[in-house]
């Protein structure tokens, strides 16, 4: 059962959901949020999740790389943080999990009451939108808890400034 979203209930303030990675299409996607949150006073929380490593814990080697992988994490939302602090004057909420990608996320948005959007970034390349964008556009998108803005990868800064 989807809890019922309290966003724009007294006492709470809506919140833009973003995914922060290492794709081309990352930026464009915390760019239309960051402006977006600034022009109808919501909050941003850019999320980072750290793909667990496989189970073999070889002398430690695991845990080396799982400190890798969320070391990276933290410095993708370490700069798409500034980026929002420079296009929209906010300071934003930063989470990073471990798990898979889209599970995080709705553990995240099921956790959370007052996110009410969640924004994403379409690649524009010959692998297609990407798997978040792919996953949601299918068997999901009746059922997801909250809207979901999908921007497109090849919008220009202006021309996403101009629609958020």
């Known amino acids: 059962m989807v809890k019922r979203r309290r966003s724009y209930e007294t006492g709470h303030r809506p919140k833009f959901l973003a995914v922060v990675d290492d794709s ?48 990276e994490a933290e410095a993708l939302i370490t700069a798409a943080a500034a980026s929002v602090r420079s296009l929209a004057g906010l300071e934003p909420e930063k989470v990073v999990r471990t798990g898979i990608k889209a599970d995080e996320m709705v553990k995240l948005i099921e956790a959370d009451e007052d996110i009410s959007l969640l924004v994403l970034a379409a690649g524009t390349g010959s692998a297609g939108p990407g798997p978040l964008v792919s996953a949601l556009a299918g068997k999901s998108a009746g059922t997801f808890p909250i809207p979901v803005a999908i921007v497109p990868g090849h919008l220009a800064d202006e021309e996403i400034d101009a629609l958020a």
Do not use: D, Q, S
């Open 24 to 71: 081309p299409e990352c930026a464009k996607a915390v760019r239309f949020a960051a402006r977006r949150c600034a022009r109808v006073g919501a909050t941003i929380v850019l999320l980072g999740v750290v793909t667990p490593p496989a189970e073999e814990n070889w002398l430690g080697v695991g845990e080396v790389m799982r400190a890798e992988a969320e070391a």
